[in-house]
């Protein structure tokens, strides 16, 4: 009897919860109160020609008792002291479901890549119906690209570069200026015949655009050399901006802030996607729909995304790819066994950018038009937290991270049936940049190493181990 | 030569905002060695927690002497930037202490893109255009052609920052906590075996960093007379110039940075091309970093193995 009274009064004993809950919850309402007090409180609004004041208390209210009852019930459950804390370590549930399914993950994913336009045409019932989904395709694969791309400075070298959409921009004013250029449209018209550099535009500046945007990262990277960490992130920041504001001022040469337009279309090899006698569809003896020329594209970026992946994997067993993971381990001891880290550090710059360079000239094709406002900061933080988000090093992680953030970026911008919940004037667009800031930043206290967290050794010895993503440096620079 | 005195008097302004938030780059980065991104945006908020504020006193509460008026908004603005850079730290950074290096970078990058969005979201996309303040100037030179004025509100910025900065010197030099602060950014596990509480201080350098902010964001307000939710990066990244500058960790380099860059800005903007002033900013960044990554009163950093 007394036994049993000790037992079912002792959980109640050892912890007051409730006191203590209700008092922090209180301090957290508070802290809200004066966080949110200024902002939501009180708006700012145009009265009559002058800026005056207008209130919002209830919002205020909600915001605030949100704060509070949501801590007092973590208070109460997952923070409350009388529950055991978790002792479960070692790989988590991403790592075993990783493990498990390693070896299928990859060729499943690749062929659902593939075959993702015929899925989307079928569960869409429709070539024409299916427009969005590819279009959603043909944007996560860019930032894939993109992400495989950064991942190889990043990832591999160990070198942080805040920069990276530099190098989309060089590439897409590439093919914008090139394409659009009359002396070459002439050229080519006196040769070949009128339409020539229309048609063939896209097929000659690709290589083009990779090139000059490797030749702009090794121009970018040299005088970086002797920087690392935080440092080199600022500097490339900061040649991010110049290019941009250069793209911005230089009117003659870029068309200034108005942009480029109307860059030629892609072409199947040369045969332009049109109704006319000489186009894709009559050639192939299908009826015609602008549909065939997005598909299209879908298959020219991921092409251009599996080449970045095929290549990256082929250059880590290269000489130059095993530096540059020494590089990222340790850059003294690298010099010391007498690794060129000039050369390396080059060579880490000028891939990842000329990967830069291809997805910004298809992004200039795709899109027909660029202009300095698709180059901010934004984008670069965008790439960079995909490949971090990923788990740096990565390349499946660095995937599912592009497409859970593009993806996800594009749900929030469908969410027109809050209008229904918060009224006609709620545009749920413009929350967009507001909650992917707020997920950075939660995603990195949830898991700073990103979702991957477990490298294949690019060296082993008898068999293959998986290597946790704690034990990968992550370079200095 | 006029135009010289003028550009250097507008320079000398400019730089007086820039130093005061370069401060708060140095500050945090010498003790916990992280870019605060988010710092410029926090700027940008305490500017529109300034503008609210000075238009429920001077609207609502019908407070006439301009002064008074401002004394009152640089205090609130200054308290409750504060408690934001005080809850940023705690919930953005203070967890991913002692995780990987780029960890503290990343959350700080989405905190910046959280805050100047969230100002976007609740305050709406416009500038928010508010009266002028000071209007008096007093006429300096004047050659008949040109006159070199020294607008009163210039001499409010450089005097409140001249104050402000000899408060701070003390509060560092002299006090108790200037030195638990200046022992933790030395060494911060030697700062915690002598039983300095170092999450403590490290709060406090945020709060400190984010007051100076908010007096930078006031008087920018008094300045321009207007806030818009995207003003916090470039400044941001030209007061983290201005910190690079005169020696990233030194407090008297990010002063003297922050009146440098000023006075570059103005100047280029005045001779040669105001397209490209910010280029001109982020290209001695550049330049900085690359021939002299010490800066120019800050330490050499020693390569250790």
């Known amino acids: 009897m007394a036994v049993q009274t000790a037992e079912t009064a002792a959980p109640a004993a050892t912890n007051p919860v409730l006191g203590p809950a209700f008092k922090d919850a209180l301090i957290a309402g508070l802290i809200a109160l004066g966080l949110f007090g200024p902002l939501i409180g009180f708006e700012t609004i145009i009265i009559d020609g002058a800026l005056g004041l207008a209130y919002r208390p209830s919002l205020l209210a909600i915001m605030v008792g949100i704060i509070f009852f949501g801590r007092l019930l973590l208070n109460l459950t997952i923070w409350s002291p009388n529950r055991k804390p978790s002792t479960h370590t070692g790989p988590t549930f991403f790592d075993r479901a990783g493990t498990r399914m390693g070896p299928g993950v990859k060729p499943a994913l690749l062929a659902f890549a593939v075959l993702f336009p015929a899925i989307a045409v079928f569960s869409q019932g429709g070539l024409n119906e299916s427009r969005y989904l590819i279009d959603l395709g043909i944007l996560i694969l860019t930032y894939v690209m993109l992400g495989w791309g950064l991942n190889i400075v990043v990832g591999l070298a160990g070198l942080l570069d805040l920069g990276y959409v530099a190098f989309y921009a060089v590439g897409a004013y590439t093919y914008a200026l090139l394409a659009t250029s009359a002396p070459i449209n002439d ?90 006698p000489d186009g894709f569809a009559a050639l192939f003896g299908l009826p015609f729909s602008p549909m065939h020329r997005i598909v299209f594209l879908y298959f020219v970026i991921l092409a251009l995304a599996l080449l970045t992946a095929f290549v990256t994997v082929r250059l880590r067993r290269l000489p130059v790819g095993r530096a540059w993971e020494a590089l990222r381990e340790d850059e003294i001891a690298c010099r010391s066994l007498g690794i060129n880290t000039t050369t390396t550090k080059l060579s880490a710059f000028a891939t990842g950018a000329m990967f830069g360079g291809f997805a910004g000239c298809f992004f200039a094709v795709r899109a027909g038009f660029v202009s300095p406002e698709s180059f901010t900061f934004d984008v670069s933080a965008m790439i960079l937290a995909i490949v971090v988000l990923g788990g740096m090093g990565s390349q499946i992680g660095v995937a599912v991270a592009a497409a859970v953030m593009m993806g996800g970026m594009e749900m929030l911008r469908n969410l027109g049936f809050l209008r229904q919940i918060f009224g006609n004037d709620f545009d749920p667009s413009l929350y967009r940049m507001l909650i992917f800031g707020f997920a950075m930043v939660a995603i990195m206290i949830w898991k700073p190493r990103g979702l991957v967290s477990t490298r294949d050794p690019t060296i082993f010895l008898k068999e293959r181990k998986a290597v946790s993503g704690d034990l990968v440096k992550e370079g200095h620079g | 030569m006029e135009i010289f005195v003028q550009q250097l008097i507008n320079g000398l302004t400019l730089g007086s905002i820039y130093g005061l938030i370069a401060i708060g780059y140095t500050m945090v980065f010498g003790i916990i060695g992280m870019v605060n991104f988010a710092h410029g945006d926090v700027f940008m908020v305490s500017a529109f927690i300034a503008l609210i504020c000075f238009l429920l006193v001077t609207t609502v509460m019908g407070i006439t002497s301009i002064f008074l008026a401002l004394a009152i908004v640089l205090v609130v603005a200054m308290v409750f930037t504060s408690l934001l850079n005080w809850a940023i730290e705690r919930v953005a950074y203070r967890p991913l202490r002692g995780s990987f290096r780029l960890a503290p970078m990343i959350s700080a990058i989405g905190m910046s893109i959280f805050l100047a969005n969230f100002v976007q979201v609740t305050q709406g996309p416009r500038n928010k255009p508010i009266p002028p303040m000071v209007t008096d100037v007093i006429v300096l030179m004047d050659n008949g052609s040109y006159q070199v004025t020294l607008a009163w509100k210039q001499v409010i910025i450089m005097a409140i920052t001249a104050i402000l900065l000899a408060g701070f010197w003390y509060l560092v030099q002299k006090t108790s906590l200037g030195r638990a602060q200046r022992a933790c950014e030395q060494d911060r596990k030697m700062a915690a075996l002598l039983g300095i509480n170092v999450d403590h201080t490290i709060s406090l350098t945020f709060v400190i960093g984010a007051a100076l902010a908010a007096v930078a964001g006031t008087l920018y307000l008094m300045y321009y007379g207007v806030a818009n939710f995207a003003d916090g990066f470039v400044p941001g990244v030209k007061a983290f110039t201005a910190a690079v500058l005169g020696g990233i960790g030194s407090l008297p380099g990010a002063v003297l940075g922050g009146l440098l860059i000023g006075l570059i800005e103005t100047f280029w903007s005045a001779y040669f091309s105001i397209e490209y002033k910010d280029v001109a900013a982020f290209s001695i960044l550049a330049i900085t970093l690359i021939f002299m990554p010490q800066g120019l009163l800050g330490r050499p950093e020693v390569e250790k193995v």
Request: glycine share 14%.
């Open chain 1, 187 to 276: 050229f080519f018209a006196g040769l070949f015949g009128a339409t020539f550099w229309a048609n063939w535009a896209f097929w000659f500046c690709l290589p083009m655009a990779g090139i000059f945007a490797g030749v702009w990262g090794m121009i970018l990277g040299f005088p970086v050399l002797r920087l690392r960490g935080d440092y080199l992130a600022i500097v490339t920041l900061a040649f991010g901006e110049i290019i941009r504001l250069v793209l911005i001022n230089w009117v003659d040469f870029t068309n200034g802030g108005a942009g480029i337009a109307s860059i030629p279309r892609a072409t199947f090899f040369g045969i332009p996607f049109n109704a006319g």
